[in-house]
């Protein structure tokens, strides 16, 4: 669903998983829901948990804090240092040196994502490692 968290999608989307509850106390399956609205099982069974914790006020769409980004141009400069400082880069070093030369913090699937932006690849023995192309 490309697009789907754009601005102002958000009441649209409120309203799918609104509706998403409401198939589910007419009777329909969690599955059945998930196809009938064209998301995933796993998106049903959080609205529903939602829904229970806190009825339809929990449904809202919450607001989002986009961190300040930066350059993958500048990370690759301070891995590429990193790298040559340090046997094997895991993701929770990368983590921190984003964090430290930075000042901001990505979750580590972002930092994965970075990374393979950047041509890293993981291995279990030797951490990140930029492939060769």
Known sequence: MAGAHARGDTGRLE??????????R??????EVAR???VTREA?????????AGGQPALAARPRRRGTKVSLLRIADVL????RAESGLTTERVE????????????????RAI???????????????????
């Open 36 to 38: 009938r609205l064209g």
């Open 80 to 83: 590429e240092h990193a790298r």
């Open 26 to 31: 007419g009777g329909a399956s969690q599955a």
């Open 96 to 111: 921190q040196l984003i964090q430290v030369t930075f000042g901001v913090v990505y979750s580590a699937s972002s930092v």
């Open 44 to 52: 049903v069974r959080q609205w529903v948990v939602a829904w229970r």
């Open 115 to 133: 990374l393979r932006r950047l041509g890293f690849r993981y291995d279990r023995v030797s951490g990140w490692r930029r492939i060769a192309g």
């Open 15 to 24: 309203a799918r998983r609104i509706e998403g509850i409401d198939l589910l």
